[in-house]
Each structure stands twice: as structure tokens, then as C-alpha cells.
């Protein structure tokens, strides 16, 4: 099914989950728009609903993981026969390549979602405070999905009013450019930030910080740096986040004290496919058995890191997050059976590293509070740097770039950055266009107005 109708059928039967057990209830369905955001008690359920996509297969849950963790090299097919596994790996996507297909589909699910309460919930009845507070949640939300659709495909269709008649040729939107696409997810992001209460917390849910945390992270890829650097500085002061003592809980604890926003999994919503795929065949973990790279390949016209040797010796993640087995090594992240272990979506770590690159970058060298930023991370990790190792602000900056890899493994981050910043060939792509992934071709098929990336 193509991702305009799917979204349509979808969100008529949008997941509306109870107030007070958010994501727990069975969801209700078939309500009409009027009904839905009479007032605020419904568009609270409509919200809660709105975050369901995040958990889907298609999205946090499973595709997402797997397709840039496969492009990043930090996953292979262990028996080199999935052909959509290897289009990732080998970086040679076809349109018709059914993982890309599912993600494109499920995060413009999300973004009708969005669009709905956007579009709806001003005129609930019940407290101003509140509606603005389900706003922002639904201007976050939505800036987080074009934010990473933006990293996936590049030029896309910005939809920003709810989709009501599939017939209608008002859904066929051309492709936007990128610029127009991250302008609108800054202004997406910096009206979630002006309208979401400072006091706000619910688990799951997004907070000012969670806000703040995307903002600075939006803001590093379009090179602001000094808009990145101030919001990441008030997240690490901001006094409710602190680097966990030990990396290996973070995974399989829910509200680790570092964790500033987390996608809930549980016998209601879903499980986190991540485990399954990537834990290896048989006792004790009995998953799928998708191993990382672990050992140079030829990709192109480069030599992909071995990963396992990527990380120092002495580098306590090594013995937290790897297994070997069968001559493979397996990231064991998460690991609780059954699979409702949550999925961080941004932790501390990212932050401080986020601040790190952006506050050198805005100094024009490496100062000690960055350096200092950077190297607490790697303290918690056993591997404490120098700063009078980095001289040169190009090779600080390429270090933070790939301790964030380590830091960050399977959290969807390394394909999107090193492509940033110009590393690119490292996973063995050297022609920009590889960069992006195709337009699904089923979305081309209905859409004619849609062109499809260069080089596909």
C-alpha cells in the first residue's frame, strides 16, 4: 500500500490511548475529527496516539535501526543472501527496496498524527496552557519525523495540514528542497520549545529538554553552530540529567538518569524488534543473529573499519555491549526477553558531544569546556584523553565525530554524521549521491509530481 493511503486509513483509526496509562490502553478508533479535539482531555488521548508511530516496525522499533546500521557498516548479513540487507550494506538501494518503502510510509503516518492536532486542537475547549502543551508536543513531533526524513531522502514533500480526501490531487506535493524542509523543522522545534512548560514530565513523552536536546542537534547540521552549542549548554546544565555510572543498564532500565527521551515498548504497543534482529541464533539470546562487521571489507574503493577494534583497549563498552559467538561479534543493547526493552531516541552523551563539536567550531579552537564535554564521556568509557593531544581543531573535532560512533552504536546516528562531517568514505561511499536513499518507487507510482534522487 502506498504510504498516502496507508496514512489516511491509519490515522481515521488514530491509536488514542487513556490519559492517565499513556501507551497501555487498547486503542480506540473510527472517531471523528469533531469528537476527537472537542476538548482537551481527547486531545490528549489524540497525542498519546501521535506517539505511537515511533514504535512501529517500520520506524524506532526495527527499520530505522537496521537500515542505517547496515549502511554504517555496524551490521552485515551473516550469510550475505538477504538482497535487501546488502543494498544497504553495499550502498547500492533500489527504489523498490521494501525497508525504505516501510520507514517513508510510517513517518508520514507520524506526521499526519501531528498535522491533525496541529490543525485541530486550538479550538479545544478546556485550559490555554494545556493546548499549547499538546502544541508543542505536536510541533516536536513533527519537526523529529522531517528531521529525519530530511537525512534519509533529502528533498521531500512537506505536508503541514491534514490529509482528508485521498482523492484528492492536493496530496500529490511535489518534492521540497532540503533548505525548505530544515526550515521547517526549526520552526517546528523553536515553537515546541516557546509553548512547552518547563515542568512538564512524562515518560515517553517529550519535555523542553527533549525539545532543546533535537533542537541543538538540528542546529549542528545546518552548521549553526552557536545556536547548537547554546542549546546543548542548557540541557547539560539544566540540573536533570547525569551520565549513569554504568553504560551496560541503560539499555534494558527504563528512566536512566542520562536518558532525556526514550520510545516506550511494552505488551500494548509492541516490541523492540532491535533485540530480535541483532542478537545472535541460539542460548542465551536466541535473536535473528545479524552480526557487526568484524573484520575489514572491501566496500568500494575503501577499507570499512573493523568495528570491534574501533573502540580503545581498556574501552569499557567493548565488554558491555559486544558478544562473541561463531566467529561474530553481537551487539547486546538490548537484551531483556521478552523484547519490551525501551529505545533511547537521545541521551546525555549525545548532548555533551553535540556541545563539544559546536562550542569548538564557535571558538575557532578546542577550548577546555569543550574539551571537557568530550572528554567526560569518554571518562564514564575508561579512556580518558588529553587535551593537549588535539592541537588542531580538525582532528578534535573528527575524534568527537567517532567517539560519538561509539558511543552511539545502533542508535541511528553514525550514518547520518559521518556523512556531516565529509567521513562519509570511511563506510565506502564515495559518490555523494549515495548519500540519500531513493524515493520509493510505490510512492513515485501514485505521486507523479515526486522526482526520484540522482544517481537512482
Known sequence: MNALKY??????????????????????????????????????????????????????????????????????????????????????????NSIIQVIWAD??????????????????????????????EAHFLRGLHYFNLVRLFGNVPLYLEPIVNTNSEEIHLPNSSSLEVYDQIITDLEMAENMMPEDFTKEGRASIWAVKAILAKVYLYTEDYEQAAQRASEVINSGSFTLSEEY?????????????????????????????????????????????????????????????????????????????????????????????????????????????EAQARTSGSVTETAFDAFNTVRIRANVADSIENYTSLDTFIDEVVEEKRRELLLENESWFDYIRAGKAAEFGVTDPNYYLYPIPQAERDVNPNLDQNEGY
Open 107 to 136: 513517518i508520514y503516518f507520524g506526521i499526519q498524527a501531528a498535522n491533525k492536532i496541529i490543525a485541530y486542537a486550538p479550538d479545544a475547549d478546556g485550559e490555554q496552557a494545556t493546548i499549547d502543551r499538546q502544541l508543542a
Open 7 to 96: 496514512i489516511f486509513l491509519l490515522v481515521i483509526g488514530l491509536s488514542f490511548a487513556s490519559c492517565d496509562d499513556f501507551l497501555d490502553e487498547e486503542p480506540q478508533s473510527n472517531l471523528v475529527d469533531d469528537a476527537v479535539f472537542s476538548n482537551t482531555t481527547n486531545v490528549e488521548a489524540a497525542v498519546n496516539g501521535a506517539y505511537r508511530s515511533l514504535v512501529s516496525q517500520g520506524y524506532y522499533a526495527r527499520n530505522l535501526t537496521l537500515a542505517t546500521s547496515l549502511s554504517a557498516q555496524e551490521l552485515a548479513d551473516p550469510n550475505n543472501t538477504n538482497t535487501t540487507y546488502i543494498e544497504f550494506s553495499n550502498h547500492i538501494l533500489q527504489p523498490s
Open 248 to 356: 551496560a543498564p541503560l539499555f534494558v532500565n527504563a528512566g536512566e538518569m542520562e536518558t532525556i527521551l526514550e520510545i516506550q515498548f511494552n505488551e500494548r504497543t509492541g516490541y523492540n524488534g532491535i533485540r530480535v534482529a541483532t542478537m545472535p541464533l541460539g542460548d542465551p539470546y536466541n535473536g535473528q543473529g545479524i552480526p557487526l562487521v568484524s573484520e575489514f571489507e572491501s566496500v568500494g574503493d575503501s577499507m570499512v573499519y573493523p568495528l570491534f577494534s574501533f573502540y580503545p583497549e581498556g574501552d569499557l563498552r567493548k565488554d558491555d555491549m559486544f558478544y562473541f559467538q561463531d566467529d561474530n561479534y553481537y551487539v547486546i543493547k538490548y537484551t531483556t526477553n521478552p523484547n519490551y526493552d525501551n529505545v533511547s531516541l537521545i541521551r546525555l552523551p549525545e548532548v555533551m558531544l553535540i556541545y563539544a
